[in-house]
């Protein structure tokens, strides 16, 4: 039976599917010796917050599981979780929204889906006004949201270095002016994989795209402001008649409930309520009920201020003092500045370096990271992704610190094979 052409572009075998179907068949048949995995982004396993979302969720099931489990509810998201999180924003922030400014759905990405269906895709004329993500690298799961051939484009960042084995990504707003299609734009802020929070001007240029075009700015918030706060971000969400805000639960502990939220104006939330009572109903409600109270109680705060926080600013510091032990000074690698986050993301800039090779030959090493090329978008036929879209490479910061510890250990090793294996080759 043959699939539509929108059918076909959805079950397209992503890179990142690729790579999970290898952890999962070497899950399956390891033998012996350990794997290390720095390739996932499931957020780590902290135990006063692994704890803490327990406790709240067995009060959920013991208080609201006649009403939460055993009956239908509201696409919008239970009413008592809304208004924690209408009253929980404006509190925090200033803001006056109300209920008719969030819409709950099941997870980030399912929302970041539902914007681009909502406002992407054929004109009138059939011309497809794509998606576009303004900073790239952004995060892999926004390749596959796309359900028309051509619907997603990505802009090319301007480097900027910062000393010796440092640097960072810009948006090139040059780029971005002469983009001459325009559906809606997206970025994850802070960002993965880089880690990198966006500056104020960059941010205000976005915006007036956005107004000028009259299309939504969404900003996905999973790593950011004001939880999971895994990056200290430099800038607050904002409040705008253009900009849809995303927040998740996934990274403060609760990746596998998917849990999340959209805030924006009135005319662009309603759409997406109505999308969700035609596709999914709503989200799950048994743990809307216990993120709710975290809200209510501001144990979200606590959480996010006394060990989230904390917990990633010191791995990343970690992360960093043992690249520089581990890599040669004498190769030109540099890390993504970043405060903080889940992963570190390397550019390698020579010749005879290939980010899928040092995967298949980490994979020998029994060892998983994420070729850097899958978080740019195909296909990599200019210049700036045929050299860099393929010189780097992401590194989890989830597993535990020996495994980190031993897993940059094997990067160092491999990235110096790599380089003896070009040299003889010459």
């Known amino acids: 039976m043959q699939l539509s052409s929108r059918g076909r572009q959805m079950s397209r075998l992503s890179g990142i599917r690729s790579i999970m179907e290898d952890i999962a068949a070497v899950g399956n048949g390891a033998g012996s010796g ?37 009956r239908y509810g509201p696409s919008r998201g239970t009413s008592e979780l809304v208004e924690a999180v209408v009253d929980y924003f404006n509190l925090t922030y200033g803001w006056s929204i109300g209920p008719e400014n969030v819409v709950v759905g099941p997870g980030s990405q399912m929302l970041s889906f539902i914007a681009t269906t909502l406002f992407t895709g054929p004109d009138t004329d059939g011309v497809v006004q794509p998606l576009v993500l303004p900073r790239l690298p952004d995060y892999t799961g926004y390749q596959g949201l796309g359900l028309d051939p051509g619907g ?33 734009m997206l970025l994850s802020n802070p960002a993965n994989p880089t880690g990198s929070s966006i500056e104020a001007g960059e941010l205000k240029a976005l915006i007036e795209t956005a107004e000028r075009r009259d299309v939504p700015l969404v900003l996905d918030h999973a790593y950011g402001e004001p939880f999971p706060g895994v990056v200290q971000t430099r800038l607050a969400p904002v409040l705008h008649s253009h900009v849809i805000n995303l927040f998740t639960l996934s990274k ?69 003092e043992l690249l520089t032990g581990a890599l040669p000074d004498s190769m030109d690698w540099r890390l993504h500045s970043s405060d903080g986050g889940m992963f570190c993301w390397l550019s390698i800039d020579h010749d005879w370096f290939d980010d899928l090779e040092l995967y298949q030959l980490l994979k ?50 491999a990235l110096e094979e790599l380089r003896v294996n070009a040299r003889a080759g010459e």
């Open 34 to 70: 350990e794997w290390l995995n720095l390739s996932p982004g499931n957020p780590s396993h902290i135990p006063e917050v692994v704890a803490a979302w327990h406790r709240l969720t067995r009060e959920a099931l013991d208080e609201r599981f006649v009403e939460s489990s055993t």
């Open 364 to 413: 020998r090493k029994r060892m998983f990271v994420v070729p850097g090329r899958h978080f740019f978008v195909e296909p990599l036929d200019t210049p700036f992704l045929r050299t860099h879209g393929k010189r780097c490479v992401r590194l989890s910061l989830s597993c535990d610190e020996w495994a980190v510890a031993e897993g940059i250990d094997r990067l160092g090793e």
């Open 252 to 320: 403060a502990g609760l990746p596998g409930e998917r849990i999340a939220f959209a805030i924006g104006p009135a005319e662009l939330v309603d759409p997406m309520v109505s999308f969700i009572a035609n596709s999914a109903l709503h989200a799950p409600q048994l743990l809307q009920a216990a993120v709710e109270r975290s809200l209510r109680t501001r144990e979200i705060d606590t959480l996010t201020t006394q060990h989230i926080k904390p917990y990633y600013k010191a791995k990343r510091a970690m992360a960093e």
């Open 152 to 184: 997603i484009v990505g802009l090319e960042p301007l480097i900027v270095p910062e000393g010796r084995h440092s640097f960072h990504y810009a948006v090139d707003t040059d780029a971005l002016a002469r983009q001459s299609r325009m559906g809606m």
